[in-house]
């Protein structure tokens, strides 16, 4: 199943890590990871820095994705909401060594969070 990034001509040049638009092609698995915290495996644990935060996010987006026999590279899509824009640098950082080369859609929104705590949630969309 071919999955294409498109960064035509005509628009800026995508930054940091993204592609304007994913493409899936053929017969897919579509894999829609809802929005996940930087909360451990006891479901009230969290540690106060967003970097903690972060890795423990990715880490979950990979056990997920391993549970439906995916990689990171199968990820076309991410939504990544961060409580304060301060925080851009070190999401760049994570998405860079989570995702390496591989360069899904990607939007990040700066917004107030549901609890206090966290300090980012991530969406994501994977296919095989």
Known sequence: MPILSHNPEGLFPPYRNYSHATEIRGDARLLIISGLNGYLADG???PDSFEEQGEIIWQ?????LRAAGM???DLVSLRTYLADPSYDEANVRLRIKYLGDHRPSSTV???RLLDPKWKLEVEA???K
């Open 60 to 64: 979950h987006i990979g056990t997920i």
């Open 109 to 111: 929104v700066c917004c």
């Open 125 to 127: 969309m994977a296919a």
């Open 71 to 73: 990689d990171y590279s």
């Open 44 to 46: 009230r644990t969290m």
